[in-house]
């Protein structure tokens, strides 16, 4: 096992990696006393469009967010997995920042591994129900390491009073579902991502999608669900799909091989998909390189996610703040100055409108989209009782979240719904595309 290790570790040394790991301070649960609230704007009626455009929660309280870490420890292994816990601590971290370390606390789950983790689990569902200030908490959950049951079992503690914003990873079972104690569970909808992925390719002059997947992200269900909406899709809209069954140890020297002879062999207009994240930025470089179609990287969805490597974008820079071993702290650009290097980078190497990706990290998305949505819960603005949601609202946030980076786009929401009912409160989502370069 050492060696296979060691072995794994030579040849992800020889890739070209770009990027520091990122730390950032999280306030504990004994924060300053809360400032002061004009009581008669707190009993002011308010409307949905007044609420989250100010500055200052309408309401006495706190709401606590739990997002990944950075995952240090991982990204010595797979060096672009901290791009997409960055997300999190970027969005986690900017509501901080607006609404002040008093009213938004910022905590995180443990590293992968961790020790101690269960017990840091504990302490901190703990610390939001023993804490009488808390009226909500956005928790997103995204490491496998981390077992759901715990989590979720975790979550029937909590107070009732308290309003839940759940964004796991994947949840696909409706038992799994029913069990799980939350006002609102937010994810990526697999099924309408795969459709989705084929209408975009098509539109960017797709004539074919070469769809590379491993042993294990096949034996995924929530990664099959997704190209199994891509194939019906494509059939539906007369486009051809080659689904390519990768060997566990593929890297980067096959996937070069591969997709270089498959785009000679197939075309230019031939959408590249490869379902494991560890090899994102190796697959849009070789898009770019062959000058073939790359519509989105895998599950993880994000500007950020391997695009700022395959084009070579400093996009992260050193601050004057120091972490806790007198380090400085490293964080990255933001999201409007990412977009715009991509554009002309892309622009730049022949490749305007063949590049796009989703316009918004996703979990950036769900976590501001969640929080806002709980504010409104606690403002009145939005029902009341539990497993209805607005989804009305859910979309208007959405547009006005990525509207603050200078995005005209949004998302769409849908209830769970399977062949037993629909399930109100769990939420999926997708949303809407950018193309580079145009």
Same mark, same amino acid.
């Given at each position: 096992?050492?060696?296979?290790?060691?072995?794994?570790?030579?040849?992800?040394?020889?890739?070209?990696?770009?990027?520091?790991?990122?730390?950032?301070?999280?306030?504990?649960?004994?924060?300053?006393?809360?400032?002061?609230?004009?009581?008669?704007?707190?009993?002011?009626?308010?409307?949905?469009?007044?609420?989250?455009?100010?500055?200052?929660?309408?309401?006495?309280?706190?709401?606590?967010?739990?997002?990944?870490?950075?995952?240090?420890?991982?990204?010595?292994?797979?060096?672009?997995?901290?791009?997409?816990?960055?997300?999190?601590?970027?969005?986690?971290?900017?509501?901080?920042?607006?609404?002040?370390?008093?009213?938004?606390?910022?905590?995180?789950?443990?590293?992968?591994?961790?020790?101690?983790?269960?017990?840091?689990?504990?302490?901190?569902?703990?610390?939001?129900?023993?804490?009488?200030?808390?009226?909500?908490?956005?928790?997103?959950?995204?490491?496998?390491?981390?077992?759901?049951?715990?989590?979720?079992?975790?979550?029937?503690?909590?107070?009732?009073?308290?309003?839940?914003?759940?964004?796991?990873?994947?949840?696909?079972?409706?038992?799994?579902?029913?069990?799980?104690?939350?006002?609102?569970?937010?994810?990526?909808?697999?099924?309408?991502?795969?459709?989705?992925?084929?209408?975009?390719?098509?539109?960017?002059?797709?004539?074919?999608?070469?769809?590379?997947?491993?042993?294990?992200?096949?034996?995924?269900?929530?990664?099959?669900?997704?190209?199994?909406?891509?194939?019906?899709?494509?059939?539906?809209?007369?486009?051809?799909?080659?689904?390519?069954?990768?060997?566990?140890?593929?890297?980067?020297?096959?996937?070069?091989?591969?997709?270089?002879?498959?785009?000679?062999?197939?075309?230019?207009?031939?959408?590249?998909?490869?379902?494991?994240?560890?090899?994102?930025?190796?697959?849009?470089?070789?898009?770019?390189?062959?000058?073939?179609?790359?519509?989105?990287?895998?599950?993880?969805?994000?500007?950020?996610?391997?695009?700022?490597?395959?084009?070579?974008?400093?996009?992260?820079?050193?601050?004057?703040?120091?972490?806790?071993?007198?380090?400085?702290?490293?964080?990255? /650009?933001? $999201?409007?100055? *990412?977009? %715009?290097?991509?554009? &002309?980078?892309?622009?730049?190497? =022949?490749?305007?409108?063949?590049? @796009?990706?989703?316009?918004?990290?996703?979990?950036?998305?769900?976590?501001?989209?969640?929080?806002?949505?709980?504010?409104?819960?606690?403002?009145?603005?939005?029902?009341?009782?539990?497993?209805? /949601?607005? $989804?009305?609202? *859910?979309? %208007?946030?959405?547009? &006005?979240?990525?509207?603050?980076? =200078?995005?005209?786009?949004?998302? @769409?929401?849908?209830?769970?719904?399977?062949?037993?009912?629909?399930?109100?409160?769990?939420?999926?989502?997708?949303?809407?595309?950018?193309?580079?370069?145009?």
């Amino acid at each position: 096992m050492n060696r296979v290790i060691t072995i794994i570790c030579i040849l992800l040394m020889l890739i070209k990696l770009t990027g520091c790991t990122v730390r950032f301070a999280v306030d504990s649960f004994d924060s300053d006393e809360m400032p002061e609230t004009n009581e008669e704007q707190q009993n002011e009626e308010t409307d949905i469009s007044s609420t989250h455009n100010i500055d200052e929660l309408p309401f006495d309280g706190k709401i606590v967010i739990v997002t990944n870490t950075d995952a240090a420890r991982f990204k010595d292994w797979f060096y672009s997995r901290d791009d997409a816990f960055e997300d999190e601590l970027v969005s986690a971290e900017a509501l901080v920042d607006k609404y002040g370390p008093g009213r938004v606390i910022h905590k995180t789950w443990p590293d992968w591994w961790d020790p101690d983790g269960e017990e840091i689990i504990d302490g901190i569902f703990r610390e939001i129900s023993e804490d009488p200030e808390v009226r909500a908490a956005v928790l997103i959950h995204s490491i496998p390491h981390l077992k759901y049951w715990h989590i979720e079992n975790l979550l029937q503690d909590i107070r009732d009073d308290i309003f839940v914003v759940y964004i796991p990873r994947i949840l696909t079972e409706r038992e799994v579902i029913n069990d799980v104690k939350a006002n609102l569970i937010i994810q990526t909808d697999m099924r309408r991502l795969g459709e989705a992925y084929v209408e975009q390719a098509i539109s960017m002059g797709a004539e074919t999608i070469a769809y590379y997947s491993n042993p294990r992200n096949r034996s995924i269900p929530a990664i099959v669900l997704s190209r199994d909406a891509m194939m019906a899709t494509a059939e539906r809209e007369g486009i051809k799909f080659i689904d390519f069954e990768a060997p566990s140890w593929a890297n980067v020297e096959y996937l070069t091989q591969e997709i270089t002879r498959q785009v000679d062999s197939l075309g230019i207009n031939t959408a590249i998909f490869v379902s494991w994240f560890e090899y994102q930025s190796t697959a849009i470089s070789l898009t770019s390189a062959t000058g073939a179609i790359f519509v989105q990287t895998d599950e993880i969805l994000s500007p950020f996610m391997g695009y700022p490597v395959a084009f070579e974008i400093e996009h992260r820079f050193e601050t004057d703040q120091e972490d806790e071993l007198g380090r400085p702290i490293v964080r990255r /650009i933001e $999201l409007p100055e *990412l977009m %715009q290097a991509l554009d &002309e980078a892309v622009d730049a190497a =022949g490749m305007s409108g063949r590049i @796009s990706s989703w316009a918004v990290p996703d979990r950036s998305m769900w976590i501001t989209v969640g929080f806002m949505y709980a504010v409104e819960w606690l403002s009145g603005n939005v029902p009341q009782e539990h497993g209805v /949601i607005d $989804l009305d609202v *859910l979309e %208007q946030l959405a547009r &006005e979240y990525s509207a603050q980076f =200078g995005l005209d786009t949004g998302a @769409s929401f849908e209830a769970f719904t399977d062949d037993e009912g629909t399930i109100g409160h769990y939420v999926l989502s997708i949303i809407d595309y950018y193309i580079f370069g145009k």
